[in-house]
């Protein structure tokens, strides 16, 4: 966690944190998709908090390299999501809710191991017969990119019923 974020949290206590993030679609050329495995052995995709003076772009391509070890480009914004589906406690009770910007991006080279070894145990791309499930709710077809599931503008604020 961020000393920017530290801070927030050390004044909030447990409380609900609302935290401005992004998460990236990151797929091979057979169309598997890449995800991350924690430590507590959940599955994510690539994916973190924008920190203050950072722009949403320059989040994503940071977080892909720190947790991944890959070098991306983002070739697009795919939508927005938040809402109580995108609330999370952690084991320490912290409590967070995400809005998320979720970009398309494309691996452009394989820069180092990731060095965000507190997060990642491991990576791996997934077909979508092999997809181990995620802790916040995304949509599975808009992951895996079939035909109609992507909102038909992006910017749009998807918003999950609980």
């Known amino acids: 966690m961020s000393p920017y974020y530290q801070k927030l949290r050390a004044a909030l206590g447990g409380e609900l944190m609302l935290i401005p993030a992004v998460a990236a679609m990151i797929h091979d050329a057979e169309g598997r998709l890449l995800l991350q495995e924690k430590h507590d052995g959940t599955w994510s995709l690539p994916a973190g908090a924008i920190e203050p003076g950072e722009s949403p772009e320059e989040a ?17 914004v795919i939508t927005v999501l938040g809402g109580p589906g995108f609330r999370h406690v952690y ?59 992507f909102p038909e503008n992006p910017s749009e604020v998807a918003n999950v019923r609980e």
């Open 60 to 76: 994503i391509i940071r977080e892909v390299a720190e947790e991944t070890g890959l070098s991306c480009v983002s070739s697009s």
């Open 91 to 149: 084991q320490n009770g912290d409590r967070v809710e995400y809005v998320i910007v979720l970009f398309r991006c494309r691996v452009s080279e394989v820069s180092s191991p990731p060095t965000d070894l507190e997060e990642t145990r491991s990576i791996r791309y997934f077909a979508r017969g092999e997809f181990p499930g995620l802790a916040l709710p995304y949509d599975v077809d808009m992951l895996y990119g079939i035909e109609g599931t």
